[in-house]
């Protein structure tokens, strides 16, 4: 079993900045694929920053130059963190992590950002 927890969410003021953090562990090895997604009410979730063996990543175009997703290092492939700066009002969202290994999707809880002034 694989288990994805995450962390570092929470309340800030437009222009803020927060740190995500995202662990994979259980049954899991290797260098894996892993997301960090968000759904706001009323809305879909969308997927926000992508990274993938060999170290692509990929973002969605509303938060390209804002956010920037990365792993731990080398020796913790597994642990994702999003950094997020320049916070607006409608990034406010659940925040979820996902990974893929072994062909099976494994998500988090998810994690409240809320950007209010």
């Known amino acids: 079993q694989v288990q994805v927890t995450e962390s570092g969410g929470g309340s800030v003021q437009p222009g803020g900045s927060l740190r995500l953090s995202c662990a994979a562990s259980g049954a899991i090895s290797g260098i894996n694929p892993m997301g960090w997604y968000r759904q706001a009410p009323g809305k879909e979730r969308e997927l926000v920053a992508g990274?993938?063996?060999?170290?692509?990543?990929?973002?969605a175009d509303s938060v390209k130059g804002r956010f920037t997703i990365s792993r731990e290092s080398a020796w913790n492939m597994n642990t994702v963190y999003l950094q997020m700066n320049s916070l607006k009002p409608e990034d406010t969202a659940v925040y979820y992590c996902?990974?893929?290994?072994?062909?099976?999707?494994?998500w988090g809880q998810g994690t409240q950002v809320t950007v209010s002034s």
């Open positions: 996902k990974t893929r290994h072994r062909g099976r999707d494994y």
């Open positions: 990274i993938y063996p060999g170290a692509n990543t990929n973002y």
